[in-house]
């Protein structure tokens, strides 16, 4: 299958990526630089420097393509404007058509809960509050679209626990669950949800729900607690987001899709260190 895939250089892209070109995919990989495009063709892609802001542009490539898969995000400021011109774009190139296209989502949309299902109504945090209509208009059209809801993306030393791992004080009270995933489990349910028949919602939740203090205790004997204002007063609309309670099976993913998580737990790797490798 001929894809196009957007944040190839990203966190969540660069593992999806992999995982495509491992399943025989061809890969058109869109990066914003020529610096961006010489690191996914190292990663067997073919490169493509273009602007995801430029709707008219990308429904134009998508349309030589035979599926597509959005993981790219801009700063907190231009992330609506970014996600709303992908998803025009595959409005309009894919609409009907048998095409797949996969966005993604977020975990944070459902608010707490203390076993989140993709039938629970929407709550979202202020941050992210924009990608519900969003979903909902793509969801609801004649695209064959899926949208993964990411946990807690973890692993290889990076993503929100990279955060926490030099840190002495960590968000909230320590009594919030975060619910979580492997950042290579989490490849492999991208990879999947292309056979999924469209009109579909998938949690990315391995079904690990630690507690914050859980994971400080991971960390080492001195992590405490920041407490919840702190951290409101810290990193506001983020820190909102950082005390949210959530707890989540992934059961729809698993059911609907044979998608199986195998990768270690964020805990018994902050235990390690937070190895740059696992």
Known sequence: MKILLTGGTGYIGSAVLDRLTSAGHEVTAVVRSDESRATVE???????????????????????????????????????????SVVDAALAAFGGTSNPFVLTGGVWTYGSGEDLSEDREPNPVPLTAWRVPLEQKLLGSDVRATVVQPAVVYGHGAGIPAMLAGQKSLPGTGDQHWTTVHVDDLADLYVSALESPG???????????????????????DVTAQGDQATLDALGPFGEALLLDQQASGAKARTDLGWSPSRPALVDLLREGYPADR
Do not use: K, M
């Open 42 to 84: 190292e990663a067997g892609a073919t490169g493509l420097v273009g602007d995801l802001f430029d709707s008219a542009w990308l429904r134009e490539q998508l349309a030589t393509h035979d599926a597509g898969i959005h993981t790219a995000a801009g700063s907190d400021a231009d992330d609506q404007a970014l996600n709303t």
């Open 199 to 221: 009109g579909q919602t998938y949690l990315a939740a391995a079904g690990d729900n630690p507690t914050v203090r859980e994971l400080g205790e991971a960390i080492g004997p």
